[in-house]
């Protein structure tokens, strides 16, 4: 027999039939109930005979059972026809032992002694089998919803519910991380859907300003967005920009960057956004220089900013324009040390900057 070959009986679709093959010639055909095959990890009983969908569901299952029975395994084999565990204890006859049907995915239990008898048993309860992988599998359904704050203390209190262990804050914290891995994806997988997501929408909404830059080593650097409808809609309001960043708290850190402005009725309209890899000259420089691109020059353009030194310092404001700039700047403090924060914040210095800049 060299080969089995799964399928379906498509006329009841009850049983998984394996057609098992021995040099090209079919010599019989194994049929199993498909309602008998356990694909949900939490199975609590295991016993010989018991028919798992594939290695991976019956590795958690047996990682909830270490931790339920109050005692640690280590793994004596494991590739991809076979799992066999072994208790901690070398002295102990605990052992499990499963392996691949036909060299299926399905996995059998094949032998399986249940009998704890290391005297280890109620002593090494710093459980390994409570993995961050598994620990993650549990939280999964209290992270699809993303308006919920779920902190590792939370994690840490649930599965001392749940499980009866004791974990610790970095543990609980790789939890999370892979259990929203899971549920979104790795977070470098985004960064390759970018350059499509980008050209999707640039189709969708033609006449918008879409640009996306990277350095030599293909790693990303800027994005900058202005739809058509900012555009548009910035040509009925006055020239006044009002630019702010905002530092993001992501594994790659990063700085998403927007400018806004108000419009006839007083609200906002956004007039461009994006994300650049670090606050700085340079890429202000970018931002500024597509920002003309998408907008063109307005006369007695004003921009409104916290006067951050990369803004001063930018290659735009140094640009030759024909337009003067006038920058309105909040000072964060105050030569009058007596002043409240609030005060403080309150007060607004306009600089007239007689220089050309690059807007």
């Known amino acids: 027999m060299d080969e089995a070959v799964q399928r379906y009986n498509f006329a009841t679709d009850d049983t998984i039939a394996l057609d098992v093959v021995n040099s090209g010639e079919p010599i019989g055909v194994f049929e199993l109930d498909k309602n008998l095959i356990i694909s949900k990890t939490n199975q ?6 018991q028919v798992y969908k594939d290695k991976a569901t019956l590795k958690e299952v047996m990682d909830h059972y270490a931790i339920s029975e109050r005692f640690q395994f280590r793994v004596d084999r494991s590739n991809a026809i ?27 239990v094949r032998e399986f002694n249940d009998k704890n008898t290391c005297p280890l048993k109620d002593k090494v309860y710093e459980q390994r089998q409570a993995s961050s992988s598994l620990i993650g599998g549990m939280i999964r359904p209290k992270l699809t919803n993303h308006k919920r704050k779920y902190i590792p203390k939370d994690i840490i209190d649930d599965v001392k519910t ?73 040509n009925q309001c006055r020239p006044i920009v009002i630019v702010d960043e905002s530092h993001l708290k992501s594994y790659y850190n990063g700085t998403f960057v927007l400018a806004n402005t108000l419009d006839g009725a007083g609200h906002i309209l956004p007039l461009a956004y994006g994300v650049i890899d670090s606050e700085n000259g340079a890429a202000w420089t970018r931002f500024f220089e597509q920002f003309k691109k998408a907008y063109g020059e307005r006369e007695s353009m004003c921009i409104v900013s916290d006067r951050n030194e990369s ?20 000072l ?20 007239t900057v007689d220089a050309k800049i690059g807007l």
């Open 44 to 49: 609590r009983e295991v016993m010989v005979g």
């Open 82 to 108: 076979s799992y066999a565990l072994l208790c901690m204890s070398e002295d102990c006859e605990w052992r499990f032992k499963a392996s691949s049907i036909n060299k299926l995915q399905l996995f059998k």
């Open 162 to 234: 749940d499980l009866g262990v004791d974990v610790s804050y970095m543990l609980a914290w790789q939890a999370k991380e892979k259990a929203m891995n899971f549920l979104r994806g790795e977070l470098a997988d985004s960064y390759n859907k970018l350059r499509g997501y980008l050209y999707t929408m640039d189709i969708t909404y033609p006449g918008s300003h879409i640009r996306m830059v990277k350095s030599p080593q293909n790693e990303f650097k800027y994005v900058y967005i202005s739809l058509y409808v900012f555009i548009k809609g910035f």
């Open 311 to 330: 803004i001063i310092k930018c290659g735009a404001v140094e640009a030759a324009v024909q337009a003067q700039m006038r920058i309105w700047g909040r």
């Open 332 to 351: 964060a403090g105050s030569a009058d040390a007596g002043n409240s924060p609030q005060k403080r914040y309150r007060t607004c210095v306009r600089v």
